[in-house]
T-cell receptor, first 115, second 118 residues
Framework: EPEVTQTPSHQVTQMGQEVILRCVPI?????FYWYRQILGQKVEFLVS????????KSEIFDDQFSVERPDGSNFTLKIRSTKLEDSAMYFCASSVGDRPSSEAFFGQGTRLTVV | AQTVTQSQPEMSVQEAETVTLSCTYD???????LFWYKQPPSRQMILVIRQEAYKQQNATENRFSVNFQKAAKSFSLKISDSQLGDTAMYFC???????????????FGGGTRVLVKP
């Protein structure tokens, strides 16, 4: 069964360093998302991406964040200068269509720890 | 902005029994979609069930069913014949029905931890 794949599963980084979280969405999907979940808190929307551009972003997604689909298969989230409060689980998701009934499939997440 | 509230942080249930999880939401939209996601210890988010607001009939997926009360903006999940594998965090989520140019985001509640006891 096709699935969304995220790498790495766990990343530890020093405050101020740049990190890139990688995702391989399901191959025929066209809509991509990043969500994050701070430990013990709710899952929060970060950004949605379609046709090689951001379609919507939340207040969390400030200038420190960027997304890219560099090669037609990977979908990356970059955090330029990590802060302690960026420590969270980051989930990538993708869906095949734009209709609300189009199910979003989630990856297994990347746990980011900023020290 | 939409908000989703899950008032039960944790619930436990005996194996084979039934448990009901509460969810309320706030929106000014008339057409929208509601979801329940399961997050087991592996942390992956798995879709359990979905409900379209324009459908009056409550959705059912095997042992999982919902009670959708549109006027009350309530969307509860019932897990029947609970199994040990149902132990997980359960999130209620809202998606607006207006089709955007590039997909629709999910707004999640805070989650309810369900523990199924043998």
């Amino acid at each position: 069964e096709p699935e969304v794949t995220q790498t790495p599963s766990h990343q530890v980084t020093q405050m101020g360093q740049e990190v890139i979280l990688r995702c391989v969405p399901i191959s025929n999907h066209l809509y991509f998302y990043w969500y994050r979940q701070i430990l013990g808190q709710k899952v929060e929307f970060l950004v949605s991406f379609y046709n090689n551009e951001i379609s919507e972003k939340s207040e969390i997604f400030d200038d420190q964040f960027s997304v890219e689909r560099p090669d037609g298969s990977n979908f990356t989230l970059k955090i330029r200068s990590t802060k302690l409060e960026d420590s969270a689980m980051y989930f990538c998701a993708s869906s095949v269509g734009d209709r609300p009934s189009s199910e979003a499939f989630f990856g297994q997440g990347t746990r980011l720890t900023v020290v | 902005a939409q908000t989703v509230t899950q008032s039960q942080p944790e619930m436990s249930v005996q194996e084979a029994e039934t448990v009901t999880l509460s969810c309320t939401y706030d929106t000014s939209e008339n057409n929208y979609y509601l979801f329940w996601y399961k997050q087991p210890p592996s942390r992956q988010m798995i879709l359990v069930i979905r409900q379209e607001a324009y459908k009056q009939q409550n959705a059912t997926e095997n042992r999982f069913s919902v009670n959708f009360q549109k006027a009350a903006k309530s969307f509860s999940l019932k897990i029947s014949d609970s199994q040990l594998g149902d132990t997980a965090m359960y999130f209620c989520a809202f998606m607006g029905g207006i089709i955007k140019a590039a997909g629709n985001k999910l707004t999640f509640g805070g989650g309810t931890r369900v523990l199924v006891k043998p």
